[in-house]
């Protein structure tokens, strides 16, 4: 079972709409990371948050972390093809680093 | 039953050292890779395999070098070991290619000293 969970599975949105990935855990997460894995250059870093309360920002993605540091959402406005791909979540759940998870990831299609 | 399994967990060894970790996946999945992941958590895709056919080499040292057996398994070995080889590695396979789901073993903690 998957120490992370991800909402939705897949996503299916027209291009210029605004969508939003979330990342679950059960157990407190040290740092949670997102990345996105692309066509032929396997996973790509996006962002990461280490703060409750957290949010960062590029270009038109941003992640934020919940105070209680336990799920974030990753919301992509007015999506264009070049989103489509699969974002997964990563994080640490021990406060040594000593034990890195990932979501299953979620396939987002963008249709023009 | 683990869907993508690693072994070692945890491996501390010398600088100069030769060492293998192993991957396997019962998922029947064509597609395997390692990836490593270092300090800052970046992760760096160093090699798939496609039916035991190398089909992505990043710019990795030659040390490295993945073994494919049979489809179902994938093993990094690296030769004389350097205290920069030092990072989390971590197996996956997809069904198919990159536009599908990945699943990812639990990572190899390796340490040189």
């Known amino acids: 079972s998957q120490e992370l969970e991800q909402s939705p599975q897949s996503l299916i949105v027209q291009e210029g709409k605004n969508l939003t990935i979330n990342c679950t855990s059960s157990?407190?997460?040290?740092?949670l990371y997102w990345y996105k894995q692309k066509y032929g250059e396997g996973l790509i870093f996006l962002m990461m948050?280490?703060?409750?309360?957290e949010e960062k920002s590029h270009e038109k993605i941003t992640a934020k972390l919940d105070e209680k540091k336990q799920q974030s959402s990753l919301h992509i406005t007015a999506s264009q093809p070049s989103h489509a791909g699969i974002y997964l979540c990563?994080?640490?759940?021990?406060?040594?680093?000593?034990?890195?998870?990932f979501g299953p990831g979620t396939r987002l299609s963008v249709l023009p | 039953d683990t869907a993508v399994s690693q072994t070692p967990k945890y491996l501390v060894t010398q600088m100069g050292n030769d060492k293998s970790i192993k991957c396997e996946q019962n998922?029947?999945?064509?597609?395997m890779y390692w990836y490593k992941q270092d300090s800052k958590k970046f992760l760096k895709i160093m090699f798939s395999?496609?039916?035991?056919?190398?089909?992505i080499n990043e710019t990795v040292p030659n040390r490295f070098s993945p073994k494919s057996p049979d489809k179902a398994h994938l093993n990094l070995h690296i030769n004389s070991l350097e205290l920069g080889d030092s990072a989390v590695y971590f197996c996956?396979?997809?069904?198919?290619?990159?536009?599908?789901?990945?699943?990812f073993g639990q990572g190899t903690r390796l340490t040189v000293v």
């Open positions: 996956a396979s997809t069904l198919g290619g990159w536009n599908t789901e990945a699943f």
């Open positions: 157990k407190t997460l040290y740092g």
């Open positions: 948050l280490q703060k409750g309360g």
């Open positions: 990563g994080a640490d759940v021990s406060n040594y680093g000593q034990n890195f998870v």
């Open positions: 998922l029947g999945h064509d597609t």
């Open positions: 395999y496609n039916n035991k056919e190398l089909i």
